[in-house]
């Protein structure tokens, strides 16, 4: 009598399947404002809403293209500080794009962002 092969199951595929798309989107949609959030503290919102709205932004799509990828870079991290430099970068399809942010944290506590530069090359 042959011993019949206990397989993975169908519905484990699914699960699995099911599973590696919530991650991929979990990353895609939030875990670049997730790992912001976590290293950066109160200014990770401020920041992320700044690069969704560069991305879309006529005034730089206009242009640049369509926006193909973004990347970002934090200069004189700080806990403690008061102030902090942001730059994140644009890739077009014509042109590509670097925002420089200028935040400042406020008596109240609130980040806002005090000055901004944008530098296009080809």
Do not use: C, H
């Not at 950066?40 to 990828?69: F, H, K, N, Q, Y």
């Amino acid at each position: 009598m042959q011993a019949k092969g206990r397989g993975f199951p169908n519905w484990g595929y699914l699960l699995l399947g099911a599973l590696a798309f919530a991650g991929f989107y979990f990353v895609k949609n939030m875990g670049q404002r997730t790992i912001m959030k976590a290293v950066l503290g109160g200014p990770g919102d401020l920041i992320s809403m700044a690069m969704s709205s560069a991305r879309v932004s006529p005034r730089i799509t206009s242009r640049t293209g369509e926006i193909t990828a973004k990347n970002f870079k934090v200069e004189k991290l700080g806990s403690t500080k008061d102030s902090l430099s942001f730059r994140f970068f644009l890739d077009g399809e014509r042109a590509d794009a670097t925002v420089r942010l200028w935040m400042a944290k406020r008596p109240s506590g609130e980040w806002e962002i005090v000055k901004s530069d944008t530098v296009f090359t080809k």
